[in-house]
């Protein structure tokens, strides 16, 4: 599995614990986002949700792992955008649920608040939980897998329905939410623009590089 990890600036100093927390799981790992804090360029909860969009609706990525203070801001960023599936994760219990039931293609940590003693290897036992599963969206309990997949794939249709689409998006969306994106190191190598299958978010992408 392809795994971005995506610290925003409030939760830079974590970016090593989460990273640690990863290792030896057999999964390609980019590490994107701020890796230490007070460090220049900035991201903001505004610009890692966009990047987490980006990744995944291009397929350059299948999972992100995110977050930030509260993990609220950052949650709520990502789900601003089509095919991005987010669940806010505090321990290795929600871990599992949401793997099991929700099946989501991203996580959000809360990677200030809440994070003391052992905080690290809270993250280790929450990897744990969320990367040992055998299938993700299977359902729990059993007597409900078929009606949670079936839900699980409702939610698909709703999101492609209740979205522009991301090229759409990408054309509206201001400069200072978009630029830093797109020039944050390593974002634009990773994203490859030029070979998008996408030919609408291709275009569209080109035309922001431009400005």
């Known amino acids: 599995m392809k795994i971005a990890i995506i610290n925003e600036t409030s939760a ?51 999972f992100v792992i995110g977050g930030c203070g509260t993990g609220q801001g950052y949650l709520n960023s990502a789900l601003q955008y089509p095919n991005v599936f987010c669940g806010l994760i505090q321990n290795p219990l929600d871990a599992w649920l949401f793997g099991q039931i929700n099946g989501g293609n991203c996580i959000s940590l809360a990677l200030l608040v809440g994070y003391g003693w052992a ?36 939610l698909e249709g709703v999101s492609v329905s209740t979205h522009k689409s991301l090229a759409e998006i990408i ?9 830093p994106v797109l020039e944050y190191p390593g ?14 978010l291709k275009d569209a992408l080109q035309k922001r590089m431009l400005i």
Not at 38 to 50: K, S
Not at 119 to 140: H, M, Q, V
Not at 171 to 179: G, H, M, P, S
């Open 12 to 62: 830079a100093g974590k970016n090593q614990d989460v990273m640690a927390a990863l290792e030896g799981r057999g999964h390609e790992l980019f590490n994107l986002g701020m890796t230490e804090a007070g460090a220049n360029p900035e991201m903001t909860y505004i610009h890692t949700g966009l990047l987490t969009a980006l990744l995944l609706n291009t397929g350059r990525i299948d």
């Open 187 to 200: 974002v634009l190598k990773l994203l490859d623009v030029e070979n998008i299958a996408d030919c609408e």
């Open 171 to 179: 054309t509206a969306l201001d400069d200072c939410v978009i630029k």
């Open 119 to 154: 905080g690290d290897t809270n993250l280790k036992f929450i990897f744990d939980r969320l990367f040992s599963l055998p299938e993700f969206g299977k359902g729990y309990p059993p007597h409900r897998e078929e009606s949670q997949q079936a839900s699980r794939k409702t």
